[in-house]
């Protein structure tokens, strides 16, 4: 289908948000935290559409599903955007020069604001709460194997839009086919940026081939480095956390480095991950370390492709360092620049790995886990930025906002 009649439309919804108060903003957001709560069956029974669809070995199985629990997550993430402080109309510097003229830099939204995403239903609640807040009109493109969920997802946020007498064009959802991709790709004059979120091949698809503005939300390949100092208990714990709370997101634990002072600890650093059976992709000394130590069917040795890949599975690869300077190297070799961490009690070598590691979330004696909008504090988030211009790490309000100058003068003329 030609999509620009639904870009037109998203854009002039885009300008009738500029003049809404953030009194009106809010009380959508409360309420649609409401609706959502109340209509758990109706997305549950949507969500079940795709689900049929998706074999649950697949690595999107997970992302893809919404249980009642996530949904009121969401919704208290709703409720915390709704009482966050406006981005808008802040002041970021102001001066008067000597001929009168007043000049300020303030805060704008963007105006519309494009994702496209696959198999993660959650996003289409998270992009239009921080979208609406800062003021953006939102053009989502979900794939295929989220259609129902996210078809579901909109009609209830369309609702509570035209029940607050809003334009529902603030919201669109395109149908999943690859023509519309194409035509978001390209729709330079009607959308002002865009996000992918998905895996590489999809970022790097965006990339490429977008002629509109793209901000990158990157792979997660994310290590924690065991120093020859570090604590063993917080290790098995953080490591563990790390790597299982939740497989399938991108802040998942993807590689451990181990000191090699400390592979006599490896067995008992990895009880928890043995316990929920993860599958370990080992160098030689931390397989020799492990060798009937580990359950021998999760025990492998390591390829030349275990180490720089996002298992976003119950995987994980481990490396031997015989110094801190060896796991910098690695890191950087081998990162995605996402989140990264050490566990020691050496506040010298913590604080040189804080330093110097390049990653958008730097993490001392702690899961990487936390990388995360919500946990940042930001209400939600709209994706997690490796980049290094505009947005870096969990993006929300702020990330959504652009500036402008206003210069107010009283007859001035420049010679």
């Not at 003229?101 to 963007?110: A, H, Q, S």
Request: overall charge neutral; charged content about 25%; hydrophobic content about 40%.
């Amino acid at each position: 289908m030609d999509c620009t009649p639904l870009f037109i439309k998203a854009q002039k919804a885009s300008r009738g948000l500029v003049d809404l108060e953030e009194t009106v903003i809010d009380r959508l957001l409360m309420l649609l935290a409401e609706r959502t709560e109340n209509e758990i069956p109706f997305l549950l029974s949507e969500n079940e559409k795709d689900l049929s669809l998706t074999d649950k070995d697949d690595l999107k199985y997970d992302r893809l599903q919404l249980t009642g629990d996530r949904i009121k997550s969401i919704a208290f993430d709703i409720r915390r955007v709704s009482e966050l402080p406006s981005p808008i109309g802040k002041v970021i510097s102001e001066f008067k020069k000597s001929n009168g003229l007043l000049i300020t830099r303030i805060t704008v939204p963007f105006g519309v604001v494009g994702a496209i995403y696959e198999a993660r239903p959650n996003v289409t609640f998270d992009v239009f709460s921080l979208c609406l807040k800062s003021g953006n009109a939102c053009i989502l493109k979900g794939g295929s194997d989220a259609l129902s969920s996210n078809s579901a997802i909109v009609s209830v946020i369309r609702r509570v839009l035209h029940e607050c007498n809003l334009d529902e064009n603030v919201i669109t959802l395109l149908p999943p086919g690859r023509k519309e991709t194409i035509q978001l790709l390209n729709a330079r004059g009607f959308v002002d940026l865009l996000i992918p979120r998905g895996s590489k091949g999809l970022i790097d698809y965006v990339r490429k081939n977008s002629s509109v503005p793209v901000i990158e939300t990157g792979a997660g390949i994310c290590h924690t480095y065991f120093d020859e100092y570090g604590d063993i208990e917080k290790g098995r714990k953080i490591i563990n956390n790390a790597k299982n709370r939740r497989v399938s997101v991108c802040n998942s634990l993807d590689c451990l480095i181990v000191h090699k002072s400390r592979l006599k600890d490896l067995p008992e650093l990895l009880q928890l991950c043995a316990e929920s059976e993860v599958e370990i992709f080992a160098d030689n000394d931390t397989f020799a370390a492990l060798n009937h130590k580990y359950p021998a069917s999760l025990l492998k040795r390591a390829a030349k492709g275990s180490f720089g890949t996002e298992f976003l599975a119950k995987k994980m690869a481990l490396k031997t360092v015989a110094s801190l300077q060896e796991a910098l190297d690695h890191i950087s070799e081998f990162g995605s620049g996402h989140s990264e961490a050490i566990i020691s009690e050496n506040a010298g070598r913590v604080d040189n790995f804080l330093k110097m590691v390049d990653a958008s979330a730097v993490y001392s004696n702690a899961s990487t886990a936390f990388t995360d909008g919500a946990e940042f504090g930001l209400g939600a988030e709209i994706g997690i930025s490796t980049q290094k211009l505009h947005a870096r790490g969990p993006m929300a309000l702020e990330e959504l906002t652009t500036y402008k100058w206003i210069i107010r003068g009283d007859g001035q003329i420049r010679p």
